[in-house]
């Protein structure tokens, strides 16, 4: 008795290249944490790859100000005791 899926389902990813008639593998989406909708995270691998470099990238000095600027308040913080 051979128990192998007929066809693999696909999901259809939110991003711009594939939400128009490009549906993506279900193999191709990480699992969501959250308990709603199919279980799978709206966007594919791939997307959440590019988006997540190109957000390092674009945050990466607002971040840097940020962290920088944390370790200020904390000083000020301290020296206020
Ligand atoms: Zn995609």
Redesign the pocket.
Known sequence: MTDQPKSESLKR???????SD?P?PLS?FWKSNYKWGDGYQS??????TRYTKRWRVVNADHLRAYRHQRLLNLKDKQGSY
């Open positions: 990813c939110s991003c711009r290249e594939h939400r490009n993506v191709e966007y594919c691998r791939s997307c959440t």
